[in-house]
C-alpha cells in the first residue's frame, strides 16, 4: 500500500445544489455538514485533508473547525476538475502521488471505507481506485440513481471495473455492487482525465467515470461493508441527522 506521505485528501463542496441550497453549511447536531465529513476523512489517517470550495462560508466553516480549505473557480464541470485546481493550488511541487476525492456531501462515510479506496493503487497498473458494497434492497437493483459496477474479480475484496450503469447488471443471478462515488486517482491520471473531452458513453449515463474508462485507463474497485448516505434532499439530511444522533450516542 502506498505511504500517507503520498495521499492528499480533497473534498470538493459548492452551494449550487438545487434541491438542498448551501447543503455544505447544513446543520447536522451543530456542526456543519462538511465539518462532519472533513472530520472523517481525517480520521481515515492517510495523508492532509483540504476542503476546495468556490464559496468564502464553506472555507470560514472548515478553517473555524481547525480545518484547512483552499479556494477553487466556480466554474468546474465536476468534483474531478475542481480537485485538480486544488491539487494544484496546495501541492504545486507535486509531492502528493495519490489524489484521494472525497464527496463533502457524505457525512456518514466511513473512514474505514476512505482508507480501502486508497488500497488498490498499491498495483502499479492501477489508475484510479473506488469502492462499492453489495446492494442487498431489492428496489436498489432497478434504482436507476443506484450506480452498479460491472467488473470482473481480482480478489475477494477487489475487482478491475469493465462498466458503470444506471441500468441493472450485469444481468443473470448473482449480486450486484453498488458503486460509492470516492476516487484515489494516481496524480498522473487525474491530470490525464481532466484533459480529456466528454465522452459519449460519460454524457449517455451521465456518469463521469465512464470518461476514464473509454479513454483506456484502469479503475479497480474495493469492496466495502456499507454505503454511506449520500445528503442531496431535506430528507436525506434528516435522515443523517438521525444516523449520526445514533453513533454519538454509542460513543462515535
Known amino acids: 500500500m502506498p505511504s500517507a506521505s503520498e495521499a492528499l485528501v480533497l473534498i470538493p463542496a459548492r452551494m449550487a445544489a438545487t434541491r438542498l441550497p448551501g447543503k455544505p453549511l447544513a446543520d447536522i447536531h451543530g456542526v456543519p455538514m462538511i465539518v462532519h465529513v472533513w472530520r472523517r476523512a481525517s480520521e481515515a489517517q492517510i495523508g492532509p485533508v483540504v476542503v476546495a470550495t468556490d464559496d468564502v462560508d464553506i472555507a470560514a466553516a472548515v478553517r473555524g473547525a481547525g480545518g484547512e480549505a483552499v479556494l477553487t473557480r466556480a466554474d468546474h464541470e465536476n468534483g474531478s476538475a475542481r480537485i485538480h485546481e486544488a491539487a494544484g493550488l496546495v501541492d504545486s511541487a507535486r509531492h502528493y502521488d495519490v489524489i484521494v476525492n472525497v464527496q463533502g456531501d457524505l457525512p ?74 470516492l476516487y484515489a486517482y494516481r496524480r498522473s491520471a487525474l491530470d490525464r482525465y481532466v484533459a480529456l473531452p466528454p465522452s459519449v458513453l460519460e454524457k449517455r449515463e451521465k456518469l463521469e467515470q465512464l470518461r476514464a474508462l473509454e479513454a483506456g485507463m484502469r479503475i479497480d474497485v474495493a469492496l466495502v461493508d456499507a454505503v454511506p448516505l449520500g445528503v442531496d434532499t431535506p430528507a436525506d439530511l434528516e435522515r443523517a441527522r438521525s444516523l449520526l444522533a445514533a453513533s454519538r450516542g454509542s460513543g462515535r
Request: proline share 8%; net charge negative; glycine share 6%.
Open 108 to 181: 456518514t462515510i466511513e473512514p474505514a471505507s476512505i482508507a480501502a479506496c486508497f488500497a488498490p493503487l498499491a498495483d502499479s497498473a492501477v489508475d484510479i481506485a473506488t469502492i462499492a458494497a453489495l446492494i442487498d434492497r431489492e428496489e436498489e437493483r432497478t434504482n436507476p440513481n443506484v450506480v452498479k459496477i460491472v467488473g470482473s474479480p481480482i480478489d475477494a475484496n477487489r475487482l478491475r471495473a469493465l462498466y458503470f450503469t444506471r441500468a441493472t447488471a450485469p444481468w443473470g443471478e448473482g449480486p450486484l455492487l453498488h458503486h460509492i462515488g
